[in-house]
């Protein structure tokens, strides 16, 4: 997979205690050069006239990202008058389908939930998932815990490749949209995308962008809207990728709670969710 490196800025927690990013070692980042050949190949779902199937292209993203350990970002932002309001950023790091681990963080309260923020943080260790809620009604010391079988979970691909996968079929079905440039380095195409206007009734005056390979992954989408109800506020959503390692995730500290709240030792076999929250859809 090609990678997309970033650094994030710092995020307040729901404390208001900072915490700081961490960091990324860049990937060397595609510099976009005009090119007239378009007789390259074209992954599932695109085509020189730009996306033809976004649920396709979604699909054959899913395919891909499962094929080895990534490092993935999901963003919400909102802004009044170009001064952000909010923000809401989970970052995931998956080793491989089964083990995995989440960490949300944010500042400011957004006007609506955050549609591709979860609202729980999650570690799985290959037997277990261990949730624990960070955002929603909860009072400072009734933080809240489950632990639910990682091999019943509903997934195709893996938990974040799908939860992704629908998203991507969201933000990429737009009215209209086109390659505005397209390169090979270092043996992988990239595709730059221009994303015309949304039409989800709920959605006014939409942009966005894309950065795709020739295998089909979706390195980085970003989409900005308005809403009816909200004057003079943007949102925006951003999914990325970013570069790791084959190293296997560390457990956080939090889940020594959960084990204890849930009943559940590690790699256990959970028969029951104990204290069951909402996890992100």
């Given at each position: ?47 020189p ?172 989408l ?57 996890t992100?859809?």
């Amino acid at each position: 997979m090609g990678g997309f490196g970033a650094s994030a800025d710092p995020v307040e927690d729901a404390d208001g205690t900072a915490t700081p990013a961490p960091t990324v070692t860049p990937a060397p980042t595609p510099t976009p050069t005009p090119t007239a050949e378009r007789s390259r190949g074209f992954p599932p779902g695109l085509g020189p006239d730009g996306i033809r199937d976004p649920y396709r292209l979604a699909e054959t993203h899913a395919d891909a990202v499962t094929t080895q350990p990534y490092e993935l970002q999901l963003t919400y932002l909102e802004a009044v008058n170009g001064t952000e309001r909010s923000r809401r950023v989970e970052r995931v790091e998956v080793a491989a389908p089964v083990n995995y681990v989440t960490n949300v963080s944010g500042r400011g309260v957004p006007s609506a939930d955050p549609p591709i923020v979860a609202d729980v943080e999650a570690y799985a260790d290959g037997g277990i998932r261990w949730e624990r809620q960070v955002s929603g009604p909860q009072g400072p010391n009734d933080t809240v815990y489950s632990a639910t079988p990682t091999r019943t979970a509903r997934s195709r691909h893996g938990y974040y490749a799908d939860r992704v996968e629908r998203y991507l079929g969201w933000y990429l079905s737009v009215e209209n949209s086109s390659i505005t440039d397209a390169i090979d380095q270092n043996g992988v195409t990239y595709f730059w995308l221009s994303l015309g206007p949304d039409p989800y009734p709920g959605v006014e005056n939409s942009t966005g962008w894309a950065l795709v390979t020739g295998e089909g992954v979706v390195l980085r989408l970003e989409r900005t809207y308005e809403t009816p109800d909200a004057p003079n506020a943007t949102a925006t959503v951003r999914i990325q990728y970013t570069n790791r390692g084959d190293e296997p995730v560390a457990e956080p500290a939090w889940v020594a709670a959960a084990r204890t709240a849930t009943g559940q030792g590690s790699n256990a076999t959970a028969t029951e969710t104990a204290n069951a929250t909402p996890t992100a859809p």
